[in-house]
């Protein structure tokens, strides 16, 4: 079974410095992974989506994520923090043979500090 | 660009109650499905819709739940029986492929509050 887990539910960053939220996956077959971004009140907008092309993916906002097989992860990172980056960050991985079907992980909660 | 939207923003139902949540995917995404959200929490899969049937469903959707699609551009969820752990944020999610190849779009969300 396919599984995502997020190291730490909270990530507290000051605002232009880097910004990393960890992701690591478990699959038994070439997974498609996934970040996506909650504002309040909202629902989940794509950041970024690893679909076995480049293992350096760039997104939205600045954001991008690195595809490491060897560590089966696939963490979020932006070099520069930015005020409106608060959010609620998951990593979801999708079994290619289930029909798109999403699982995500726990979540990450940034907060930006001035 | 197109957005999933759903309807009511928020519901607030008694326990026992039936409720219908409903969803307007994007008009020519072929896959859909629920998520949900309880406060706190992972989003969860609930189930996915393909060719108007269930094409997978997980352990919460029990037979109190069940998913329509009535036209050719809704798609609703009704709980039939509402209990307090239903509370939660339901999302509605389309995409035009399955297989993982395009990703889903979800909407806002309708939050369930169950008295």
């Known amino acids: 079974a396919q599984s995502v887990t997020q190291l730490g539910s909270h990530v507290s960053v000051s605002e232009g410095a880097l910004v990393l939220l960890r992701c690591n996956y478990s699959?038994?077959?070439?997974?498609?992974l996934f970040w996506y971004v909650q504002y309040p009140n909202q629902g989940l907008q794509l950041l970024l989506k690893?679909?076995?092309?480049?293992?350096l993916v760039k997104g939205i906002n600045g954001f991008e994520a690195e595809f490491k097989k060897s560590e089966t992860s696939f963490h979020l990172t932006k070099p520069s923090a930015h005020m409106s980056d608060a959010a609620e960050y998951f990593c979801?991985?999708?079994?290619?043979?289930?029909?798109?079907?999403?699982?995500f992980g726990q979540g990450t909660e940034l907060s930006v500090k001035p | 660009e197109p957005e999933v939207t759903q309807t009511p923003s928020h519901q607030v139902t008694q326990m026992g109650q039936e409720v219908i949540l409903r969803c307007v995917p994007i008009?020519?995404?072929?896959?859909f499905y629920w998520y949900r959200q309880i406060l706190g929490q992972k989003v969860e899969f609930l189930v996915s819709?393909?060719?108007?049937?269930?094409?997978?469903k997980s352990e919460i959707f029990d037979d109190q739940f069940s998913v329509e699609r009535p036209d050719g551009s809704n798609f609703t969820l009704k709980i039939r029986s509402t209990k307090l752990e239903d509370s939660a944020m339901y999302f509605c999610?389309?995409?035009?492929?399955?297989?993982?190849?395009?990703?889903?779009?979800f909407g806002n969300g309708t939050r369930l509050t169950v008295t």
């Open positions: 999610a389309s995409t035009s492929q399955g297989q993982g190849l395009t990703p889903l779009h």
């Open positions: 699959s038994s077959v070439p997974p498609y």
């Open positions: 690893y679909t076995s092309a480049a293992t």
């Open positions: 979801a991985v999708s079994d290619n043979n289930q029909g798109g079907k999403l699982i």
């Open positions: 008009s020519n995404h072929l896959y």
């Open positions: 819709f393909y060719n108007n049937e269930i094409s997978e």
